[in-house]
T-cell receptor, first 114, second 116 residues
Framework: AQSVTQLGSHVSVSEGALVLLRCNYS??????LFWYVQYPNQGLQLLLK??????LVKGINGFEAEFKKSETSFHLTKPSAHMSDAAEYFC????????????FGKGTRLSVIA | GAGVSQSPSNKVTEKGKDVELRCDPI?????LYWYRQRLGQGLEFLIY????????KSGLPSDRFSAERTGESVSTLTIQRTQQEDSAVYLC??????????????FGPGTRLTVL
């Protein structure tokens, strides 16, 4: 069975500092991995996804994530945090078979301090 | 184009009452998913519709929960005899090519359900 672990339910960074949100997955087959962002009182918006085409994936708003099979990780990073990045971030996994729902982590709330 | 829409945006009900939540997927999307997000938790899968196939109901927490979908359009999630633990945000998502593992799910804004 697939699972996702997001280390740290809350991460706080200063504006302009590096953002690092951690995600580790468990999957018996090569996975597809997703990062979604949820702003207050809104639905989830796709930031980026890993589709096996490239291990370093670039997404919207300057975010990127690197797939590391040996570490079963897909950590999300952004070089310089902006106040508008404050939100909840969810990592999700789907196995390669398709026709299945996403399995989500519990989320990490990112706060950005001025 | 229009995204996934859900109604109502907020619903307050009394314990024991039935509620219906509605989801309008993106036009042309064959797959529709319902998830539940309880406070401080990730998203829990509830049910998945794909075209005319039998729905995947494996995530429904009890027989008080049911859902229907008419063709490839609107879906309704019904919770009967609501309990306080049903309080959550119910999110709907739709996607175009669910047979592809990398298929993107597009989410609606959710319905916040509060059971008093």
């Amino acid at each position: 069975a697939q699972s996702v672990t997001q280390l740290g339910s809350h991460v706080s960074v200063s504006e302009g500092a590096l953002v690092l949100l951690r995600c580790n997955y468990s999957s018996s087959v090569p996975p597809y991995l997703f990062w979604y962002v949820q702003y207050p009182n809104q639905g989830l918006q796709l930031l980026l996804k890993y589709t096996s085409a490239a291990t370093l994936v670039k997404g919207i708003n300057g975010f990127e994530a690197e797939f590391k099979k040996s570490e079963t990780s897909f950590h999300l990073t952004k070089p310089s945090a902006h106040m508008s990045d404050a939100a909840e971030y969810f990592c999700a996994v789907r196995d390669g078979s398709g026709n299945t729902p996403l399995v989500f982590g519990k989320g990490t709330r990112l706060s950005v301090i001025a | 184009g229009a995204g996934v829409s859900q109604s109502p945006s907020n619903k307050v009900t009394e314990k024991g009452k039935d509620v219906e939540l509605r989801c309008d997927p993106i036009s042309g999307h064959t797959a529709l998913y319902w998830y539940r997000q309880r406070l401080g938790q990730g998203l829990e899968f509830l049910i998945y519709f794909q075209g005319n196939s039998a729905p995947d109901k494996s995530g429904l927490p009890s027989d008080r929960f049911s859902a229907e979908r008419t063709g490839e359009s609107v879906s309704t999630l019904t919770i009967q005899r609501t309990q306080q633990e049903d309080s959550a945000v119910y999110l709907c998502a739709s996607s175009l090519k669910p047979s592809i593992g990398a298929d993107t799910q597009y989410f609606g804004p959710g319905t916040r359900l509060t059971v008093l």
